[in-house]
């Protein structure tokens, strides 16, 4: 009987372990739909060739990268990466769609990957940014566009 107790004892640690450790990893989500919040103003500024309002939603000392696109390379600081956008917005304005995919925690922040598409190009691409708070606001420390 002792034997039986053990062994379900044991088979109990080892399923609630996991499970801890995933709630411990998981997002709440207000942080969630605070992020989504952000993204919808990226999204809205993106849309509005609004460099200075993207900009706003970065840190001061953001590093942004982007793969493909004719702005590519890095940009770092709030300053360049207002500066890289007004004038992606000056040579070929486009609109742009964000879909969040997935927010997890990562280090003192949050991390969001999330699918973009943009009108006037073919094929779809993945976003990902680094959330940190500063004052009462998540704003973008790092970003990553394919």
Not at 30 to 54: G, W
Not at 71 to 76: T, V
Not at 98 to 126: H, M, N
């Amino acid at each position: 009987m002792k034997m039986y107790l053990l062994v379900l004892v044991g088979l109990a640690i080892g399923l609630v372990v996991p499970v801890l450790a995933y709630e411990q990893n998981a997002v709440d989500p207000e942080v969630r739909q605070q992020i989504e919040a952000v993204l919808a103003k990226y999204h809205e500024a993106y849309n509005n060739n609004d460099a200075a309002a993207i900009a706003a939603l970065y840190t001061a000392d953001a590093f942004e990268v982007f793969e493909k696109d004719a702005a590519g390379g890095a940009a770092s600081g709030r300053e360049a990466i207002e500066k890289r956008y007004a004038e992606q917005f000056a040579s070929n304005p486009s609109k742009l769609s964000l879909t969040l995919i997935q927010v997890y925690p990562f280090g003192d922040g949050v991390c969001a990957i999330s699918e973009l598409s943009r009108r006037f190009r073919a094929g779809k691409g993945y976003h990902a940014n680094i959330f940190v708070r500063e004052a009462d606001e998540w704003k973008i420390r790092l970003a990553y566009a394919d």
